[in-house]
Protein backbone atom coordinates (compact mmCIF):
# COMPACT_ATOMS: atom_id res chain seq x y z
CA UNK A 1 0.00 0.00 0.00
CA UNK A 2 1.38 3.61 -0.79
CA UNK A 3 2.01 5.57 2.33
CA UNK A 4 0.91 8.73 0.29
CA UNK A 5 -2.95 7.41 0.20
CA UNK A 6 -4.83 9.07 2.93
CA UNK A 7 -7.32 7.88 4.74
CA UNK A 8 -10.88 7.92 3.57
CA UNK A 9 -14.14 6.82 5.41
CA UNK A 10 -15.08 5.33 1.95
CA UNK A 11 -11.91 2.91 1.28
CA UNK A 12 -13.31 -0.73 0.32
CA UNK A 13 -9.38 -1.95 -0.09
CA UNK A 14 -10.78 -5.26 1.97
CA UNK A 15 -13.19 -7.67 0.20
CA UNK A 16 -13.51 -9.44 3.77
CA UNK A 17 -14.07 -5.89 5.42
CA UNK A 18 -16.25 -4.19 3.20
CA UNK A 19 -18.66 -6.99 2.38
CA UNK A 20 -19.32 -7.35 6.38
CA UNK A 21 -19.77 -4.23 6.83
CA UNK A 22 -22.49 -3.92 3.93
CA UNK A 23 -24.18 -6.92 5.79
CA UNK A 24 -23.95 -5.03 9.33
CA UNK A 25 -25.30 -1.41 7.50
CA UNK A 26 -28.27 -3.71 6.39
CA UNK A 27 -28.80 -4.89 9.91
CA UNK A 28 -27.88 -1.89 11.65
CA UNK A 29 -29.16 1.23 9.39
CA UNK A 30 -27.68 3.67 11.78
CA UNK A 31 -24.69 2.89 12.92
CA UNK A 32 -21.80 4.18 11.12
CA UNK A 33 -20.92 0.89 9.92
CA UNK A 34 -17.87 2.28 7.74
CA UNK A 35 -13.96 2.53 8.30
CA UNK A 36 -13.89 4.73 11.10
CA UNK A 37 -11.70 7.32 11.28
CA UNK A 38 -9.41 9.14 13.77
CA UNK A 39 -10.44 10.90 16.55
CA UNK A 40 -8.49 13.87 18.19
CA UNK A 41 -5.59 16.59 18.01
CA UNK A 42 -3.67 17.48 14.59
CA UNK A 43 -0.32 17.61 16.23
CA UNK A 44 -0.53 15.16 19.12
CA UNK A 45 1.81 14.89 21.87
CA UNK A 46 0.51 11.45 22.27
CA UNK A 47 -1.38 9.01 19.54
CA UNK A 48 -2.95 5.58 21.30
CA UNK A 49 -3.20 3.05 18.40
CA UNK A 50 -6.48 0.25 19.43
CA UNK A 51 -6.87 -2.81 17.25
CA UNK A 52 -10.22 -2.51 15.74
CA UNK A 53 -13.33 -0.90 15.59
CA UNK A 54 -15.74 -2.78 17.87
CA UNK A 55 -19.34 -3.81 16.64
CA UNK A 56 -21.59 -1.73 18.85
CA UNK A 57 -18.87 0.89 20.15
CA UNK A 58 -16.74 2.55 16.98
CA UNK A 59 -18.80 1.10 14.35
CA UNK A 60 -21.62 2.30 15.55
CA UNK A 61 -20.59 6.22 16.80
CA UNK A 62 -17.94 6.55 14.01
CA UNK A 63 -15.44 7.49 16.67
CA UNK A 64 -12.81 5.36 18.31
CA UNK A 65 -13.44 3.36 21.43
CA UNK A 66 -16.45 5.49 21.91
CA UNK A 67 -19.76 3.60 23.15
CA UNK A 68 -18.13 0.49 23.99
CA UNK A 69 -16.78 -0.79 27.16
CA UNK A 70 -13.23 -0.97 26.10
CA UNK A 71 -13.60 2.96 26.06
CA UNK A 72 -14.52 3.02 29.54
CA UNK A 73 -10.80 2.87 31.22
CA UNK A 74 -9.58 4.49 28.32
CA UNK A 75 -11.51 7.98 28.55
CA UNK A 76 -11.53 8.12 32.28
CA UNK A 77 -7.76 8.08 32.10
CA UNK A 78 -7.57 10.62 29.41
CA UNK A 79 -9.52 12.74 31.59
CA UNK A 80 -7.58 11.95 34.71
CA UNK A 81 -3.95 12.69 32.63
CA UNK A 82 -5.11 15.75 31.15
CA UNK A 83 -6.05 14.36 27.75
CA UNK A 84 -9.61 15.03 27.42
CA UNK A 85 -12.70 17.69 28.49
CA UNK A 86 -14.54 14.84 29.96
CA UNK A 87 -14.51 11.14 31.41
CA UNK A 88 -16.80 9.61 29.09
CA UNK A 89 -17.14 9.11 25.50
CA UNK A 90 -20.68 8.28 24.24
CA UNK A 91 -21.64 9.58 20.76
CA UNK A 92 -20.14 11.92 18.17
CA UNK A 93 -22.00 14.82 19.37
CA UNK A 94 -21.26 14.40 23.67
CA UNK A 95 -18.87 17.18 23.65
CA UNK A 96 -15.47 15.35 24.43
CA UNK A 97 -12.77 16.91 23.21
CA UNK A 98 -9.43 15.35 23.06
CA UNK A 99 -6.09 17.58 24.37
CA UNK A 100 -3.22 16.84 22.53
CA UNK A 101 -3.89 13.39 21.97
CA UNK A 102 -5.49 11.75 18.61
CA UNK A 103 -6.74 7.97 18.89
CA UNK A 104 -6.57 5.30 15.99
CA UNK A 105 -6.90 2.12 14.97
CA UNK A 106 -4.37 -0.38 13.46
CA UNK A 107 -7.30 -1.61 11.50
CA UNK A 108 -10.10 0.94 10.55
CA UNK A 109 -12.78 -1.45 9.60
CA UNK A 110 -14.99 -3.69 12.27
CA UNK A 111 -13.47 -7.35 11.43
CA UNK A 112 -16.28 -10.21 12.12
CA UNK A 113 -15.36 -11.89 15.56
CA UNK A 114 -13.22 -8.86 16.13
CA UNK A 115 -10.38 -10.33 14.48
CA UNK A 116 -8.55 -9.09 11.55
CA UNK A 117 -6.29 -11.24 9.04
CA UNK A 118 -3.22 -10.21 8.21
CA UNK A 119 -3.97 -9.16 4.85
CA UNK A 120 -6.14 -6.60 6.57
CA UNK A 121 -3.76 -5.17 8.50
CA UNK A 122 -1.31 -4.97 6.16
CA UNK A 123 -3.63 -3.18 4.09
CA UNK A 124 -4.41 0.04 6.85
CA UNK A 125 -0.73 0.13 7.56
CA UNK A 126 -0.22 2.71 4.71
CA UNK A 127 -2.64 5.01 6.65
CA UNK A 128 -0.87 3.94 9.90
CA UNK A 129 2.46 5.45 8.37
CA UNK A 130 0.64 8.41 7.11
CA UNK A 131 -0.48 9.24 10.75
CA UNK A 132 2.74 8.58 12.47
CA UNK A 133 4.51 10.63 9.96
CA UNK A 134 2.05 13.56 10.70
CA UNK A 135 3.33 13.67 14.37
CA UNK A 136 5.66 15.86 15.35
CA UNK A 137 9.06 15.17 16.63
CA UNK A 138 8.91 14.11 20.14
CA UNK A 139 5.69 12.31 20.23
CA UNK A 140 4.83 9.24 21.36
CA UNK A 141 2.77 6.00 20.34
CA UNK A 142 0.21 4.09 22.97
CA UNK A 143 -0.20 0.90 21.49
CA UNK A 144 -2.71 -1.27 23.02
CA UNK A 145 -2.21 -4.75 22.22
CA UNK A 146 0.03 -7.21 20.27
CA UNK A 147 -1.28 -6.26 17.00
CA UNK A 148 -1.19 -2.38 17.06
CA UNK A 149 2.53 -2.72 18.53
CA UNK A 150 3.25 -4.90 15.65
CA UNK A 151 1.66 -2.47 13.44
CA UNK A 152 3.50 0.96 14.52
CA UNK A 153 6.85 -1.57 13.95
CA UNK A 154 5.87 -2.61 10.83
CA UNK A 155 4.58 0.64 9.61
CA UNK A 156 8.30 2.35 9.99
CA UNK A 157 9.90 -0.76 8.78
CA UNK A 158 11.54 -2.01 11.74
CA UNK A 159 12.26 -5.53 12.95
CA UNK A 160 9.60 -6.91 15.16
CA UNK A 161 12.31 -8.72 17.05
CA UNK A 162 13.80 -5.53 17.79
CA UNK A 163 10.86 -4.26 19.78
CA UNK A 164 9.51 -7.29 21.73
CA UNK A 165 6.05 -6.60 23.43
CA UNK A 166 5.86 -5.48 27.26
CA UNK A 167 3.23 -4.10 29.05
CA UNK A 168 4.34 -0.64 29.84
CA UNK A 169 7.41 -1.35 27.74
CA UNK A 170 8.76 1.82 26.33
CA UNK A 171 10.61 1.65 22.86
CA UNK A 172 12.53 4.41 21.18
CA UNK A 173 11.78 4.10 17.49
CA UNK A 174 13.82 6.21 16.00
CA UNK A 175 14.96 10.07 16.64
CA UNK A 176 11.50 11.68 16.19
CA UNK A 177 9.02 9.12 18.06
CA UNK A 178 9.14 6.75 21.10
CA UNK A 179 6.22 3.65 21.46
CA UNK A 180 5.42 2.17 24.66
CA UNK A 181 3.00 -0.54 25.26
CA UNK A 182 0.27 -1.68 27.30
CA UNK A 183 -2.32 -4.63 27.32
CA UNK A 184 -5.48 -4.02 25.96
CA UNK A 185 -8.57 -1.93 27.67
CA UNK A 186 -10.94 -4.75 26.41
CA UNK A 187 -13.77 -5.86 28.67
CA UNK A 188 -12.01 -9.45 28.65
CA UNK A 189 -8.46 -8.36 30.08
CA UNK A 190 -10.31 -5.65 32.56
CA UNK A 191 -13.03 -7.65 33.86
CA UNK A 192 -10.06 -10.82 34.52
CA UNK A 193 -7.65 -8.26 35.97
CA UNK A 194 -4.86 -8.96 33.40
CA UNK A 195 -5.59 -5.15 33.01
CA UNK A 196 -6.09 -2.90 35.84
CA UNK A 197 -6.94 0.83 36.33
CA UNK A 198 -3.78 0.90 38.32
CA UNK A 199 -1.54 -0.83 35.73
CA UNK A 200 -3.00 1.18 32.98
CA UNK A 201 -2.59 4.69 35.15
CA UNK A 202 1.25 3.24 35.39
CA UNK A 203 1.61 3.65 31.67
CA UNK A 204 0.31 6.84 31.83
CA UNK A 205 2.66 8.07 34.83
CA UNK A 206 5.76 6.76 32.38
CA UNK A 207 4.31 8.80 29.60
CA UNK A 208 4.04 11.89 31.35
CA UNK A 209 7.73 11.52 32.28
CA UNK A 210 8.59 11.08 28.75
CA UNK A 211 6.57 14.23 27.58
CA UNK A 212 8.26 16.17 30.37
CA UNK A 213 11.74 15.36 28.87
Given at each position: ???????????????????????????????????????????????????????????????????????????????????????????????LKLKRCKITNAVK????????????????????????????????ILALGGVAHNAVI??????????????????????????????????????????????????FDTINLQLEK
Amino acid sequence: MDSHIKFTIDCRLCPRLSAFLDDVRTQYPDYHARPVPPFGANKPDLMIVGLAPGMHGANATGRPFTGDHAGILLYETLYKYGFSNKPVSVSLDDGLKLKRCKITNAVKCLPPQNKPIGQEIAACNGFLLDEINQLKKGAGILALGGVAHNAVIKALGLRLKDFKFGHNALHQLNDKHWLIDSYHCSRYNTSTKRLTTEMFHNVFDTINLQLEK
